[in-house]
Nanobody, 127 residues
Framework: QVQLVESGGGLVQAGGSLRLSCAAS????????MGWFRQAPGKEREFVAT????????YSADSVKGRFIISKDNAKNTMYLQMNSLKPEDTAVYYC????????????????????WGQGTQVTVSS
């Protein structure tokens, strides 16, 4: 089992940047594929980005492609989301998620594919 704790959210002006972190407990972090999701008020949770368990490959939603960068540092048991050129429509609670993936070569875009979730961190982008 793994526990996830997000940090790094806050209030930023449009065009600014934030870096979210997701710290994981446990000794087998390198065997977990991970992802970022977000949920805005009144909307469903949506996929943002995902990374292989190895950290070697990533995949992002079209809405954030070219602006957000997901990365995974297995030595530090931490996943990151670097968010640049933020827009007001990026305002949401951001969640990190994890699931076991021993094969190391899979993306998981559906929230139902993940077994573990963090508590979320609020990101607010003002116009």
């Amino acid at each position: 089992q793994v526990q996830l704790v997000e940090s790094g959210g806050g209030l930023v002006q449009a065009g600014g940047s934030l870096r979210l972190s997701c710290a994981a407990s446990g000794r087998t972090f390198s065997s977990y594929a991970m992802g970022w999701f977000r949920q805005a008020p009144g909307k469903e949770r949506e996929f943002v980005a995902t990374v292989w368990s190895s950290g070697r490959n990533t995949y992002s939603a079209d809405s954030v492609k070219g602006r957000f960068i997901i990365s995974k540092d297995n030595a530090k048991n931490t996943m990151y989301l670097q968010m640049n050129s933020l827009k007001p429509e990026d305002t949401a609670v951001y969640y990190c998620a994890a699931r076991r993936d021993y094969s190391g070569g899979n993306y998981y875009i559906q929230s139902a594919a993940y077994d573990y979730w963090g508590q979320g961190t609020q990101v607010t982008v003002s116009s």
